[in-house]
Each structure stands twice: as structure tokens, then as C-alpha cells.
T-cell receptor, first 112, second 115 residues
Framework: GENVEQHPSTLSVQEGDSAVIKCTYSDSASNYFPWYKQELGKRPQLIIDIRSNVGEKKDQRIAVTLNKTAKHFSLHITETQPEDSAVYFCAASNNAGNMLTFGGGTRLMVKP | EAGVAQSPRYKIIEKRQSVAFWCNPISGHATLYWYQQILGQGPKLLIQFQNNGVVDDSQLPKDRFSAERLKGVDSTLKIQPAKLEDSAVYLC?????????????FGPGTRLLVL
């Protein structure tokens, strides 16, 4: 089955700096890669996703890149703000019924 | 639109006891998922329903866990008997269908502590 590795497990940045979180996956058939943000005690919420026919996608301060050959994808957050502090999860799924395999999570701390 | 609802929000039980969780998906969502999220880890899929049928339950510990979605809307997840390692947050999610790339919307979760 699919295996998703996520790094780093914790990331501390100064407000205004950029943050990058990286994930690798094992199943070459995976073609959908969402990113979820989970604040303490809250539900995971989708922040951005990318499909295998696209190499990069941006939404304001958030961007995601995908390298299908290397089987890795990354989340980039620019001009970080304290409210970006949360745990971020990457995930991958293939055509087999929308089942998501999640990475272990990255705890992002943005210091004011 | 109303989100995914779950109850209870918290539950504390002793090992070997039974417990049940309830989930009400977003109206019109045919696909429902139960995930287990152990502290410090990502969610792990336990079971996926399409309407009232099971799509995948390969990671469900069937000797103690069971789930149903009899009328294709609400779902219950049961653990009997519970073990210490079942302490986790149980998240329910739903999506419009089961096609790949359908966004999954999560509920607030039920935090279970087994003593």
C-alpha cells in the first residue's frame, strides 16, 4: 500500500519568513495530493491540493509543488503569520476510491 | 452548509469496556470515512462507506472494531472490548462521492481515553 513520509516533524520560523514542508510517497499510481491544516483541538481542514497533471499550484501565500518522477511534493507558505501556527498534514491517494494516506504531520510555529 | 457532526466529543472508559461513536455527514454526501488519529500522528483510515456499502475496511481491527451505515446517512463506530492502545481521536469525514480527488470534510472528532 501507499506510504507517505513527511519532514520536518517540527518547524519554527519568525513571522514574515517562509516555511517549507516536504513529503514523499511510495505508490507511483497516486495522483491526488491534498494538504490539511489542523489547529490544536480542531478538525483537519483542507488548505490546498494538487493533481498529478499539474506541477505547481498557488493560492495567495500558499503554494504546492509536485515532482512525480521523484515522487515528492512540498508545501510553501510565504510571509508567515502567527495564525499559520498549526499542524500540517500532507496526504496522497490514487484511483482506488479516494482513500487518503496521511503523512505524520509537521508542527509549524510562527514566532511574532 | 452544516459540517460533519460527531458525538460524543470526549469519552473516558476503562479497558475491556465498550464504546460507540456517532457521525452525521454533510447532507448529500454519499461517501463516509472513519479515521483513527493517535496523538502526534496523521489520521489513519479505518473504514470507508459508499452509501450503505463498505468500500474498504482493510485497516479496521475487525476482532474489536465494527462500523455500520445502515440507511446510508449516519454511521456508528463501535469498539468492543477497548484496549489501552485504542486511545486516540476518532475522526469522521465525508465527501460528495468516492471518485478520486473528491475533497474530504472532517468532523470535530471524538477524543477517546482508555484507562
Amino acid at each position: 500500500g501507499e506510504n507517505v513520509e513527511q519532514h520536518p516533524s517540527t518547524l519554527s520560523v519568525q513571522e514574515g519568513d517562509s516555511a517549507v514542508i516536504k513529503c514523499t510517497y511510495s505508490d507511483s499510481a497516486s495522483n491526488y495530493f491534498p494538504w490539511y491544516k489542523q489547529e490544536l483541538g480542531k478538525r483537519p481542514q483542507l488548505i490546498i491540493d494538487i493533481r498529478s497533471n499539474v506541477g505547481e499550484k498557488k493560492d495567495q501565500r500558499i503554494a504546492v509543488t509536485l515532482n512525480k518522477t521523484a515522487k515528492h511534493f512540498s508545501l510553501h507558505i510565504t510571509e508567515t503569520q502567527p495564525e499559520d501556527s498549526a499542524v500540517y498534514f500532507c496526504a496522497a491517494s490514487n484511483n482506488a476510491g479516494n482513500m487518503l494516506t496521511f503523512g505524520g504531520g509537521t508542527r509549524l510555529m510562527v514566532k511574532p | 452548509e452544516a459540517g460533519v457532526a460527531q458525538s460524543p466529543r470526549y469519552k473516558i472508559i476503562e479497558k475491556r469496556q465498550s464504546v460507540a461513536f456517532w457521525c452525521n455527514p454533510i447532507s448529500g454526501h454519499a461517501t463516509l470515512y472513519w479515521y483513527q488519529q493517535i496523538l502526534g500522528q496523521g489520521p489513519k483510515l479505518l473504514i470507508q462507506f459508499q452509501n450503505n456499502g463498505v468500500v474498504d475496511d482493510s485497516q479496521l481491527p475487525k476482532d474489536r472494531f465494527s462500523a455500520e451505515r445502515l440507511k446510508g446517512v449516519d454511521s456508528t463506530l463501535k469498539i468492543q472490548p477497548a484496549k489501552l492502545e485504542d486511545s486516540a481521536v476518532y475522526l469522521c469525514a465525508s465527501s460528495l462521492g468516492q471518485a478520486t480527488q473528491e475533497t474530504q470534510y472532517f468532523g470535530p472528532g471524538t477524543r477517546l481515553l482508555v484507562l
